[in-house]
């Protein structure tokens, strides 16, 4: 498939499930060729509410194979998991060559921070969790819109706006006629 896009999710201890499993299964429906990559733990990863989910592959395996050759790589939230996120050098690294490169970028909930911890221009509008407004409030345009695009940076609110966040991603892409296609299909 020529227009199969490659999407980088990572998971860590502790990603809050819905960010990470809305946006995957949305964005496998559109077409992309999804990747979940564990960072600090073996399979399965526990998320914050002790689902355990089976990641494809390690992040150290996924960038060694696919470098810096993703369409969107995308960060679920969750305190603990965003700890372990931006504690990751090589994730952190890919992350702001992406910025830098303006690649398609894209965070919610708490992990709006690991993108202000990898170099985000501060002029960016972004959004996230009420609780990561401390360290985020700094940003000139911080708003709290359910899902803020700036350039091709996406974040968003919380578990709430997963759906919405996976359909911003699935624009983004694949433009605006597949997103209300996926979003008929789930009935959105």
Sequence with gaps: MA???????????????????????????????????????????????????????????????????????????????????????????LLRRRLAAGALTAAICAAPTVLARAGLDRAAAITSHPGARDVLGTFANYCEDPVARHGQVITSRGPGTAVAFALACIEALYGPDKAAEVRRDIVA
């Design 3 to 93: 227009d199969r896009k490659r999407v980088l999710v990572p998971l860590a201890p502790g990603f809050e499930e819905l960010e990470a499993v809305a946006p995957v299964d949305l964005l496998r429906r559109a077409g992309a060729h999804v990747v979940t990559a564990s960072v600090d733990a073996p399979n399965p990863i526990v998320g914050r509410n002790n689902l355990r989910v089976m990641a494809d592959i390690d992040l150290s395996e996924a960038l060694e194979e696919w470098g810096d050759d993703w369409d969107l790589v995308l960060l679920p939230g969750g305190a603990k998991g965003t700890e372990h996120l931006a504690a990751c050098e090589p994730l952190l690294a």
